[in-house]
């Protein structure tokens, strides 16, 4: 059976593959896109008695950085590619 969730050992054969020195964040909610900082891993135990491991934001006022970029929120599908919309023709001076 194929667990909905995604497990230590994924994460850690997924982020092998990246800059070991490049900062981890959290992408969060897909509707108002934004990016966290983390600070702690912490393993617990779910209602179930599964051990359950965290990942967490700080706690500090900038924990919350910004918007998520466009791209990323892309990539993740949580929104479409935008495109600009098609330029319009300039309007010559004197209506004409």
């Known amino acids: 059976m194929t667990s909905p969730e995604m497990t230590v050992r994924e994460v850690i054969d997924l982020l092998s593959g990246y ?7 959290q992408a969060v909610n897909p509707y108002f896109p934004m990016a966290h900082r983390l600070a702690r891993v912490v393993q617990s135990v779910d209602e179930t ?12 006022a900038d924990a919350q950085l910004g918007h998520l970029p466009p791209e990323v929120a892309v990539a993740l599908a949580w929104q479409g ?8 023709p300039r309007r010559i001076a004197g209506g004409q």
Do not use: F, K
């Open 81 to 88: 590619p935008v495109q600009a919309p098609p330029r319009r």
């Open 49 to 60: 008695g599964r051990t359950v491991v965290y990942l967490a934001e700080t706690n500090d």
């Open 19 to 25: 800059d070991p020195d490049a900062p981890v964040r």
